[in-house]
């Protein structure tokens, strides 16, 4: 594969060349724990334990950095241990650290109520406003700047390269968690990020059937951190789980583009109807944050949230009207799933500075038919 091949070729290509042994166009699952060594010392390939390193981790590993451009991938567990082992491994008892004020609630959790006691400080901050967020920067103790973009579940989107600059002038690094964007809509590291996070649960892997969580980089010494830590701490994906992952990757062009197109369409049902208050989607124009969206990602994704009218029980009711979305958590498989994150995904941030609005209901526009969503949601929103 040339090094310049088109981002579809290398989600379908890096990382898995065909099998030596029988010509297998899919990696095989190497459900092994450990491997036949030659002699003392003398591992096959560094294949000595499958906790430090396994061939169906290595290929998704491989396939991730292909697509965000970066040198190194590490495959873990989960998105959650993604981001725990980001943190502790480049940060320290007594650091601190910027986070958004509408964080995903478990990274929020994380960081509050982990991390602290461990003696991680940390500011949350509008990133869409720079000087709030120079201001939260120390310099010589901000470990790192934790942005996401688009944020879950409001939608906000943040400039990564300026946010880069600031992170890098006060001798911080930028991480990135762009699981709503994906490496097909959105590039960090191209723009001054040193990590990228991504709940591989999510649009990677494609189809609610794995929980995995990556991290990428191409900054060396950050690599060696994070491998270090990968391997000490242990929270590593599966054989299975990792050939689950690289399975929805092949898919992830064409299904996003799906995933935008109905996205798209479902927010021109949102602007019409008399009982949405407010729509949160980075494609809108009169979004805060469009212009920033339009030049930093391909295309705008597919999760949606909105505001109704009835407050708490008239968004509740609007998810239980639903029939062809599912309620439920989680995000960017090919079935769409409607959701309230007060109640569901951000109950964990309930009471505290990053609490989500109790009217706010949350949509992860699939890959059906686009008129069988409109309808389903006219009908949610005349019903609930």
């Known amino acids: 594969m040339a090094d310049d091949a088109g981002f579809e070729t290398r989600a379908i290509h890096a990382g898995q060349a065909a099998d030596a042994a029988t010509g297998a166009v899919v990696p095989p699952i190497y459900q092994v724990s450990t491997y036949l060594q030659d002699a003392v010392g003398e591992s096959r390939g560094g294949h000595d334990y499958s906790r430090t390193i396994n061939p169906t981790r290595t290929a998704l590993e491989a396939c991730m950095a292909a697509l965000e451009g970066a040198t190194r991938g590490f495959a873990f567990a989960s998105g959650m241990a993604a981001c725990d082992t980001v943190l502790r491994a480049l940060c320290r008892p007594g650091g601190h650290v910027v986070i958004p004020d509408d964080a995903y609630g ?11 006691p461990w003696g991680l400080e940390h500011t949350a901050v509008r990133l869409a406003d720079l000087e709030k967020v120079a201001a939260a920067i120390h310099p010589g103790r901000t470990s790192l700047v934790w942005v996401e973009t ?39 590291l191209s723009l001054g990020a040193d990590v990228v996070v991504h709940s591989t649960t999510k649009y990677l892997g494609g189809h609610s059937d794995v929980v995995g969580g990556a991290a990428v980089t191409s900054n060396d010494e950050v690599a ?144 059906e038919s686009i008129d069988d969503l409109r309808e389903d949601l006219a009908r949610a929103l005349s019903r609930g």
């Open 106 to 116: 478990g990274t929020f959790r994380l960081v509050d109520k982990v991390l602290a």
């Open 150 to 188: 688009p944020t879950n579940p409001m939608l906000r989107i943040a400039d990564i390269a300026a946010i880069a600059e600031l992170a890098h002038g006060a001798g911080a690094l930028l991480v990135v968690d762009s699981t709503f964007a994906t490496p097909y809509l959105q590039q960090p």
């Open 224 to 367: 060696s951190a994070l491998a270090m830590h990968q391997n000490s701490m242990g929270a590593v994906a599966g054989p299975f789980d990792a050939w689950l992952v690289l399975r929805g990757i092949r898919t992830l062009a064409v299904r996003m583009e799906r995933h935008c197109d109905n996205a798209e369409a479902l927010v021109e049902v949102l602007e019409a109807h008399p009982r949405v208050l407010e729509i949160n989607y980075p494609g809108l124009s009169s979004n805060p944050g469009y212009d920033v969206a339009k030049r930093q990602m391909r295309r705008f994704g597919g999760m949606v949230s909105f505001r109704v009218d009835g407050g708490r029980e008239g968004a509740i009711a609007v998810c239980n009207a639903a029939r062809l979305f599912t309620l439920g958590e989680s995000l960017g498989g090919v079935e769409s799933l409607i959701e309230h994150p007060a109640a569901m995904t951000h109950q964990s941030v309930a009471g505290s500075a990053l609490e989500v609005p109790e009217d706010l209901v949350r949509l992860s526009v699939g890959i």
